[in-house]
């Protein structure tokens, strides 16, 4: 699913484009962009996950979800974090059982 440009890749793309003989025009993004940024992927990778076909797909698109979920965890403090979602956690559970609420 191809997103016009311009667009957040992974740290060696342009070195992998350049290896294929291609002139990638980039730039290192503000540290004040991060956050929109990684929203930005996430809400990408979400989607191309939505739309894989088969379990080798799915699996390539969460691997892409966890690494954008990973930049984007280190843009907050980790200890408020953690106790941000231990608290939501206690108070409201998780989703290990799977409620779906229909009405």
Do not use: W
Not at 57 to 82: C, K
């Amino acid at each position: 699913m191809p997103k016009t440009l311009p667009k957040l890749v992974r740290d060696r793309i342009p070195e992998v484009l350049k290896a294929k003989g291609l002139d990638p025009m980039y730039h290192q993004a503000e540290e004040c962009r991060r956050v929109p940024l990684l929203i930005d992927k996430l809400e990408e990778e979400i989607a191309e996950l939505k739309a894989a076909k088969t379990e080798g797909e799915r699996y390539e698109e969460m691997a892409d979800i966890l690494e954008v979920a990973a930049a984007l965890q280190a843009s907050f403090d980790r200890e408020t974090l953690g106790q941000v979602r231990l608290l939501k956690a206690v108070e409201r559970g998780g989703f290990e059982k799977l409620i779906v609420l229909v009405d």
